[in-house]
């Protein structure tokens, strides 16, 4: 191998993942990560490798690198990785084509023209209807026949490392039960992971859920922020809207769907058969292992949740065929998440909603506080990874400080 790569790294040679980096001598341009590495596509492509015009090495955003399309895109991640593979003793030779990600400043990744957020995890929407509705009948009736969603605000999705403000809104007195404006007490993470859109349909014309993976270039970790005391005022009957819309935050490298396909594994049973247009016989499941940490002020660290990508009840080709089974078009760079992703068990829950049930169960963090929501000067850390038979493919970390409201 050309450099070295950490034992346990997220990004060996089987990952290979897409982001866009600066540096203090390098404007934005397209790099991929190995190890605690960056290779600089610009700087390798006008060095003579790779059948891809350097060009498109030369921009801010990945989208017209992604809309070569995936023949394209994954035989450029393929001569990476056999370049790559070469002796240690190449590395003086190539060193300026890498930089230390340390030294290197990530940015968002893509332009998003688009932003839809699915509700897409049966033990997520079970316990939120058990806290809002019916503990007997908390999936409400359409749940199980189509992947619900609804379309977010992409101006606010924000790379990892942007510092959030906490966000302000009308809130319901549970007083004077009458709303009064201030800012959100119940500020809340959701574990997500999402997929990036990497090739167009036409206006009228759906994408069959068999054709839907060809659709859609590679997948980052995601974290739709809430203020679950605003949502829980406004959504009845507007559905998600303020408590939503002030900021979403993602990770800055794209990981391939080609180097996650060694991690597929049979999703859980849909019942009842769903409609024609949303059957697949394919196992369209990933074994991807999720965590959350809650890094305080005074720099001590909590595991939140354990969870995993394994148990989403809709898949992501299942979501894209219904989105656009009326004929909605869908543009390269458009990006969909997949809803808070729970798992069976309260260490697996994807949010502090259900991790301190509504904050009625506070939780003790290292520390010695408690926590039922999000509090400002938290960081609120994501990690993902596949692991297999010794191949280890990750995301990285999803990093996001919460600050105070500006009122």
């Known amino acids: 191998m050309i450099i070295n790569i950490p034992n346990n790294s997220d990004f060996s040679i089987n990952n290979i993942p897409f982001g866009i980096f600066s540096t203090a001598e390098r404007s934005k341009r397209v790099g991929v990560a190995i190890g605690d590495q960056i290779l600089d596509l610009l700087e390798w492509s006008k060095a003579g490798f790779g059948e891809v015009e350097s060009s498109y090495f030369d921009q801010v955003v990945l989208n017209p690198f992604i809309k070569l399309r995936k023949e394209i895109t994954n035989q450029l991640r393929i001569d990476v990785q056999d370049w790559l593979k070469q002796d240690a003793d190449k590395y003086n030779e190539y060193r300026s084509l890498f930089v230390s990600q340390m030294d290197a400043t990530m940015h968002l990744p893509i332009h998003i023209g688009d932003y839809t957020d699915f509700y897409s995890s049966i033990e997520h929407a079970t316990n939120v209807g058990k806290m809002f509705r019916d503990p007997e009948n908390a999936l409400l009736p359409n749940w199980r026949h189509l992947p619900v969603g609804y379309h977010g605000r992409a101006s606010s999705i924000v790379v990892s490392g942007t510092p959030i403000t906490r966000p302000s809104g009308q809130v319901l007195n549970s007083e004077t039960k009458a ?91 849909q019942e009842p058969q769903v409609l024609p247009y949303l059957d697949s016989d394919r196992s369209r499941n990933i074994d991807i292992k999720l965590k959350v940490e809650l890094e305080t002020p005074s720099g001590t660290n909590t595991t939140l949740s354990n969870s995993n990508f394994k148990y989403m009840y809709w898949d992501q080709a299942q979501q894209l065929a219904h989105h656009t089974v009326n004929g909605c078009n869908v543009r390269v760079g458009d990006l969909m998440a997949s809803g808070t992703i729970s798992g069976t068990t309260p260490e697996s829950y994807g949010c502090m909603l259900e991790i301190s049930w509504g904050g009625k169960k506070p939780i003790i963090i290292s520390d010695g506080t408690t926590r039922s929501f999000i509090e400002d000067g938290d960081t609120v850390v994501m990690k993902g990874y596949c692991q297999k038979d010794g191949i280890r493919v990750g995301f990285g970390e999803l990093s996001t400080l919460v600050r105070r409201s500006m009122d």
């Open 179 to 269: 709303p009064e404006y201030k800012a959100t007490q119940k500020l809340d993470f959701e574990l997500e992971m999402g997929f990036i859109v990497g090739k167009e349909n036409t206006l009228g014309h759906p994408i069959s859920v068999d054709e839907a993976e060809d659709y859609i270039f590679g997948m980052v970790l995601f974290n739709d922020w809430s203020a679950r005391d605003i949502q829980k005022w406004e959504y009845v009957p507007l559905g998600p809207f303020l408590g939503k819309n002030f900021t979403s935050s993602m990770s800055p490298w794209v990981v391939t769907m080609e180097a996650l396909e060694p991690f597929r594994i049979d999703a859980p049973k």
